[in-house]
């Protein structure tokens, strides 16, 4: 028993100094926002999540000088825009507060802003179970509002 209970208590204390809060390293990739709104649909497996982070000051330098944004052409925004409208469709589908909350403008889309499209899957492998649009995190920097839009499709 007394094993047992050491063994807890050294589990316990790695736990303890593990900090275990998860870093987003394309948001931490910016100088730190003001404030941010986050909405959540779903469960463990299939879930969406939106959310704004408010900045007062990032510069398209600091976009720049992150290994993760890229500068919106105009070749990217057909591309951004097939995420964005895969995304609304399970923000309708969810339906209730996290549609309600949902308020990004697809024609604020446009070359002078800064995006990053973050995939799992890719194009669909193997048997084709995984596809495009299974596990997809589009970030898309708004340089005039200084808002950083996060969209998180796991469906």
Same mark, same amino acid.
């Given at each position: 028993?007394?094993?047992?209970?050491s063994? %807890?208590?050294?589990?316990? %204390?790695?736990?303890?100094?593990?900090g275990?809060?998860?870093r987003?390293p394309?948001i931490? @990739?910016l100088?730190?926002?003001?404030?941010r709104?986050?909405?959540? @649909?779903?469960?463990?497996q &299939?879930y969406?999540?939106y959310?704004?982070?408010f900045?007062e @000051?990032?510069t398209? *330098?600091?976009?720049?000088? /992150?290994?993760?944004f890229a500068?919106?052409?105009?070749?990217?925004?057909?591309?951004i825009?097939?995420y964005?409208? &895969?995304?609304?469709?399970?923000?309708?589908?969810?339906g209730?507060? $996290?549609?309600? *909350?949902? =308020? $990004?403008?697809?024609?604020?889309? /446009?070359?002078? &802003?800064?995006?990053?499209?973050?995939t799992r899957y890719?194009?669909?492998?193997?048997?084709g179970t995984?596809g495009? $649009?299974d596990d997809?995190?589009v970030?898309?920097? =708004?340089v005039?509002?200084q808002?950083?839009?996060?969209? *998180?499709?796991?469906?």
């Amino acid at each position: 028993m007394k094993k047992v209970g050491s063994l %807890l208590s050294i589990l316990l %204390l790695l736990l303890g100094l593990c900090g275990c809060t998860y870093r987003n390293p394309v948001i931490d @990739s910016l100088p730190r926002y003001n404030s941010r709104l986050f909405y959540t @649909s779903g469960g463990f497996q &299939d879930y969406t999540d939106y959310a704004k982070y408010f900045y007062e @000051s990032v510069t398209v *330098h600091n976009l720049e000088a /992150s290994e993760y944004f890229a500068a919106v052409t105009t070749e990217d925004v057909e591309e951004i825009l097939l995420y964005i409208g &895969d995304f609304e469709g399970w923000a309708d589908m969810t339906g209730g507060e $996290f549609k309600e *909350h949902y =308020d $990004f403008d697809k024609a604020a889309v /446009s070359e002078g &802003d800064f995006f990053y499209i973050q995939t799992r899957y890719g194009e669909p492998i193997g048997d084709g179970t995984y596809g495009k $649009f299974d596990d997809y995190t589009v970030y898309y920097f =708004d340089v005039d509002a200084q808002i950083l839009y996060y969209f *998180h499709s796991n469906i």
